[in-house]
């Protein structure tokens, strides 16, 4: 007569457990590649709309944005607060839909 067993033999488990867990080592690769594909994608994207903010820029002011700018407050709240410094961002802005924060700049820095 046959002897009639229940469940998995230790090799059957063992086997069974290292199947999952190369599919698992497999699916987490392709996640990564998803995600860094993902990051990759918005990187480029970004740097698209800050071209476009660029030429924006240049077509309404004819020329494009100083590398740096500068502007004295004729009353300044101390001696550190007297000259106003920003960069090529500030001015493109507004063609970055950050209409907002160039009206807060422009408020508060006297562009």
Not at 5 to 13: A, C, K, P, Y
Not at 29 to 47: D, G, M, W, Y
Not at 49 to 59: D, M, P, T
Not at 61 to 67: H, N, R
């Amino acid at each position: 007569m046959a002897r009639h067993r229940d469940g998995f033999s230790l090799i059957e488990l063992i086997v069974s457990l290292s199947i999952v867990g190369v599919l698992l080592a497999l699916l987490s690769v392709a996640v990564q590649r998803a995600r860094e594909s993902t990051r990759l994608t918005t990187c480029a994207n970004n740097l698209r709309q800050i071209g476009i903010a660029l030429h924006g820029h240049e077509a309404s002011q004819k020329q494009l944005p100083s590398l740096y700018n500068e502007t004295f407050r004729s009353n300044p709240l101390s001696i550190y607060d007297e000259f106003h410094s920003y960069s090529w961002r500030v001015p493109i802005l507004p063609h970055l839909e950050q209409s907002a924060v160039f009206g807060l700049v422009k408020r508060g820095w006297g562009v």
